[in-house]
């Protein structure tokens, strides 16, 4: 029995499935690559393989639902998508990686920002996940009402997306619905800051007046002046960035 048998046995996985996804592995490594099976075998332990073979499985019954046949995917992109996805055990978050797959290998992408993307989904978590989703669909709300209402303005009537600012959140709005503490919440709002897809709302500068007298000691009469100060206001509130948008919506696949 050969090793890529015994990991099959080993983790009781139907031949057929693992055959299907090998497969679908082969057509996107291109031909440069000889036997996959083989060779995820001799990288990974069967854990790490059974990942694979859930995950790339999923990915390619995305694709035959729209009949899309898999294109080659860029080694360097490639490489990184095999190395992370086999370590995620979490079965929604293997189906984000799935659906990343199947994008990638089916419509033409930013290669660089892919492997942004990869970067952040091997370290997201599936509270910070449930977050962005969340954000995301209210952000589509938004934007089908901003774009309606554009319809009748002639500078924004041929639009056909919104800036990501459309959307302003303040997430401790939602701390009932998404079921999470104040604490959670800035948590992992300073995570997904630092991953670059939010970032908090563009400070306002705040002008104030007020009256206030001189006194001229010289003549002995007196003014009034008006004086004005700035303040500049932060903001706890937070939006999508082009990139977040970006890295959601490779998330996402739609049927």
């Known amino acids: 029995m050969s090793n890529i048998d015994k990991i099959i ?4 996985i139907p031949k057929r499935i693992v055959d299907n996804a090998e497969l679908f592995l082969k057509k996107l490594l291109g031909p440069a690559i000889g036997q996959t099976g083989e060779l995820i075998a001799d990288q990974i332990r069967y854990r790490r393989f059974k990942n694979q073979v859930v995950i790339f499985t999923k990915a390619k019954e995305l694709l035959e639902s729209k009949s899309i046949e898999p294109k080659q995917i860029n080694l360097k992109t490639l490489s990184p998508l095999l190395e992370y996805s086999s370590l995620e055990e979490d079965e929604k978050v293997q189906n984000i990686w799935s659906n990343v797959i199947a994008n990638i290998s089916s419509y033409e992408t930013e290669q660089s920002l892919n492997l942004k993307c990869i970067e952040i989904l091997k370290e997201i978590t599936p509270d910070e996940i ?10 589509r709300v938004d934007e089908k009402v901003t774009l309606e209402n554009w319809k009748n303005q002639s500078w924004f009537k041929d639009r056909t997306s919104v ?17 999470m503490t104040q604490e959670q919440l800035d948590l992992y709002i300073d995570r997904l800051i630092s991953f670059g897809v939010i970032r908090y709302e563009q400070p306002n500068l ?8 001189i006194q001229d000691i010289f003549s002995g009469t007196s003014q009034s002046v008006e004086l004005k100060s700035y303040e500049l206001e932060t903001s706890e509130r937070v939006h999508f960035t082009n990139f977040g948008l970006y890295f959601v919506k490779l998330c996402k696949y739609e049927k």
Do not use: G
Request: a negative charge.
């Open 130 to 139: 449930l977050i962005l989703d969340f954000f995301f669909e209210k952000f």
């Open 163 to 179: 800036y990501p600012d459309n959307s302003i959140f303040a997430p401790w709005d939602f701390k009932e619905t998404l079921q």
């Open 9 to 12: 046995e080993a983790i009781n």
């Open 206 to 213: 705040r002008e104030s007046k007020e009256n206030a007298h």
